[in-house]
C-alpha cells in the first residue's frame, strides 16, 4: 500500500479535510456579511465626510484606515519605518499567533489559510488590505510625528457644547493641512526593552538606545562579565543555537516562544529564569473563548473554578508550575500547549528567582519557592549558559508628540473613556495603545467598532460626549472594580469590552439609531463609491 493510499483511507485526513473546508467557508460568510467595500480608486472618496490622521502603520492602523475611507473619510497614515506590520514585521519569522485565526480577524476581509498562522502570512494580510482598501498612497514612510498640535480657537467648548465644537488637528508642520481627528495605532511595544543587570555586557550604544551594536560588548560594571552572547528575543532568527546552552530571562509569551525556537533550532537545553509566574492557557479556541467570555474582568470568588480547569487541562504532571500568588483574571496568560510538556520532559529548567548578577559563564540567581514573592529569595545558584536571550519585553511608545493636555492625572493610559479615547477631546482615539493586560485579542472585531464609533461622532455632533461624561464613565468603571489588582482598567476580558461597547448605546438612547453602523459596519457606503462602480459596471 503506498503513502498516498494510506493517506486517503485514514480517517485523520478527512477529518481535516472537512475542518479545513469549513473553516475557509466559516470566513468567507464572515467576508460576505461584514467586509465594507473598499473605494472604487485611488481618487477616492473625492467629496470626504471628513479627514482623519492615522499615527502608525501596523495591522490596527491599516484596519482602522481601511474602516474610515470605506465609508466615506480621507486618511493620512504617519509611518516612522519603511514598511506596514508594526510589530509583526520586527518579530522572528517563527512567531504566530497564540490564539486561533478566527478570533484573530483585524478586519473583515481578513483570510486565514490555517488555524495559527506565522509572522509572513499576517504581514501578507496586512499588506493586502493596506493595498486593495487604497492606502498605499495615502501612506507616510520614514515619516515620525514628533507634533500632534490642536488648530488655534477650536475645541474650545467642548466642556459646554461638544455637539458644536470640534477639534481640527495638524501633524508635524501641517504638509498634509488639518485634521478632523487623531487615531493613535502605536500599539504598546515599542523598542526592545533591554534591563542593565551587573555583569552584562554592554556597549556605550546600548547604554545609551538600548540597543547593541554589532553583537560586541564591553563589561563596565565591577567584577566578572559574561563571556558569551547576549541577544534579545526579538532577534532569534538569525543566532547560531545548535549545540549551546540557552538561558532565557523572562517567563511571558515571548520567553516561552524563545525556549521553543532554541530547542527547534538544537540547543543542548533551556533554562528559564521567572521573576513571576505566568498562567499558561491550552491553544484551544472553545476553552479560549469561554475564559475571555468572563464578563467581570477581574477575579472573582468562583474564579478558581476556571483556574482548577486549566490546571488540569495544562498543568498535569506539573503541578509545581501553577501560579500560586496570581490569579487567572488578573494578568494576560500565554497561550501555549507545549511549554509544561518541554518542562515535563526535562528540555527546558523552570527557575523561579530574582537575578543577582551575570557571571563569566552564566547568571547567577537568588532562587525562590513557588509561593515565595519576588525578593524573597534565599538560596543562591548559578546557571551556566552559552547564549543569554532577554525576554523582557518592549518599551511602551510615548505619546509626547501631543502637544496639549489630553492625558491629565488620573485619566492618562490605560484610564480613558471606553478605554480608548482621552476622556479631553472624543477626537483623539487610542485603539490598542493604552490597554495593560486582558484576555482576548488585540486584533479583532473592536478595531471596526472603535473606528466606526469616532465616525459616528464626527458625523452625529448630538452624539458626541463632554470631557465630563467620559471621566464620569472611567470613575463608575473605578467603582465597579474597586479593589481589582492593579486598578480598574489595568485588566478586562473581551466580554467586558463587548458590553462597554453595548452600553455605550443603551445608556445614550440617541446613539441607538447608530448601532447596526458601529457594531456590525452596515450602512454609511458613500453615494460616490456607487456612482463610480455603477458606471464602471455598465462599461
Not at 506596514?84 to 512567531?95: L, Q
Not at 493586502?128 to 475645541?155: A, C, D, H, M
Not at 493604552?434 to 482576548?440: D, R, V
Request: aromatic share 12%; glycine share 10%; net charge neutral.
Amino acid at each position: 500500500m503506498t503513502t498516498r493510499t494510506s493517506q486517503l483511507i485514514s480517517p485523520f485526513y478527512w477529518a481535516e479535510v472537512v475542518f479545513d473546508f469549513f473553516y475557509v467557508l466559516v470566513q468567507h460568510i464572515i467576508i460576505w456579511l461584514f467586509k465594507p467595500p473598499p473605494p472604487p480608486g485611488p481618487d477616492y472618496p473625492k467629496n470626504p465626510k471628513g479627514r482623519i490622521a492615522v499615527i502608525g502603520a501596523g495591522l490596527t492602523g491599516v484596519s482602522s484606515a481601511a474602516h474610515a475611507i470605506a465609508h466615506g473619510f480621507d486618511v493620512v497614515i504617519y509611518e516612522q519605518g519603511d514598511t506596514v506590520g508594526g510589530i509583526w514585521a520586527h518579530v522572528n519569522k517563527t512567531s504566530g499567533l497564540q490564539l486561533n485565526s478566527l478570533l484573530y480577524r483585524f478586519h473583515p476581509a481578513v483570510l486565514w489559510s490555517c488555524s495559527f498562522p506565522h509572522r509572513d502570512e499576517i504581514l501578507k494580510e496586512i499588506r493586502r488590505i493596506w493595498k486593495e482598501y487604497q492606502l498605499e498612497p495615502r501612506t507616510r514612510f520614514n515619516t515620525p510625528v514628533k507634533s500632534v498640535k490642536r488648530v488655534e480657537g477650536t475645541g474650545e467648548h467642548l466642556q459646554e457644547d461638544p455637539s458644536g465644537a470640534q477639534s481640527r488637528w495638524i501633524i508635524n508642520g501641517g504638509e498634509d493641512g488639518e485634521f478632523d481627528a487623531v487615531v493613535v495605532t502605536v500599539g504598546t511595544c515599542g523598542e526592545p526593552m533591554r534591563i542593565n543587570f551587573p555583569g552584562l555586557p554592554s556597549s556605550d550604544e546600548s547604554d545609551a538606545s538600548g540597543s547593541d551594536k554589532g553583537g560586541k560588548h564591553e563589561g563596565k560594571q565591577e567584577g566578572e562579565t559574561f563571556e558569551g552572547d547576549v541577544i534579545h528575543s526579538s532577534e532569534l532568527d538569525n543566532a547560531q543555537l545548535e549545540g549551546k546552552r540557552i538561558l532565557v530571562i523572562g517567563s511571558g509569551a515571548s520567553g516561552v516562544e524563545a525556549v521553543e525556537t532554541a530547542l527547534e533550532k538544537d540547543a543542548t537545553g533551556c533554562t528559564m529564569i521567572a521573576r513571576d509566574d505566568k498562567w499558561i492557557i491550552p491553544r484551544n479556541m472553545v476553552v479560549d473563548t469561554l475564559i475571555s467570555a468572563q464578563p467581570f474582568g477581574r477575579e472573582m470568588p468562583l474564579s478558581f473554578i476556571w483556574e482548577k480547569i486549566v490546571a488540569w487541562w495544562n498543568y498535569r504532571g506539573a503541578p509545581e508550575l501553577v501560579p500560586a500568588r496570581l490569579g487567572l483574571f488578573e494578568s494576560t496568560p500565554v497561550v501555549n500547549d507545549e511549554f509544561v510538556k518541554l518542562v515535563k520532559k526535562g528540555k527546558c529548567q523552570y527557575v523561579r528567582g530574582d537575578i543577582e548578577r551575570f557571571t563569566k559563564n552564566g547568571v547567577r540567581v537568588k532562587v525562590r519557592g513557588r509561593e515565595d514573592k519576588p525578593g524573597e529569595g534565599k538560596e543562591e545558584k548559578e546557571y551556566d549558559a552559552d547564549v543569554v536571550v532577554l525576554a523582557t519585553g518592549f518599551k511602551k511608545p510615548a505619546l509626547s508628540f501631543f502637544k496639549d493636555n489630553l492625558f491629565p492625572d488620573g485619566y492618562d493610559r490605560p484610564n480613558l473613556y471606553l478605554q480608548n479615547f482621552s476622556t479631553e477631546d472624543w477626537s483623539v482615539l487610542m485603539t490598542n495603545s493604552s490597554y495593560q493586560n486582558a484576555i482576548g485579542t488585540v486584533g479583532h472585531f473592536h478595531i471596526g467598532i472603535y473606528m466606526r464609533i469616532l465616525l459616528v461622532f464626527l458625523m452625529d455632533p448630538d452624539a458626541r460626549p463632554t470631557p465630563k461624561d467620559m471621566k464620569l464613565w472611567v470613575d463608575v468603571i473605578r467603582f465597579v472594580k474597586r479593589g481589582a489588582r492593579g486598578g480598574a482598567l489595568s485588566f478586562f476580558t473581551y466580554m467586558e469590552l463587548t458590553i462597554w461597547l453595548l452600553l455605550f448605546h443603551i445608556f445614550r438612547l440617541d446613539r441607538i439609531k447608530w448601532m447596526f453602523f458601529i457594531m456590525q459596519g452596515w450602512g454609511v457606503y458613500p453615494a460616490e463609491y456607487k456612482r463610480a462602480k455603477g458606471v464602471s459596471a455598465r462599461t
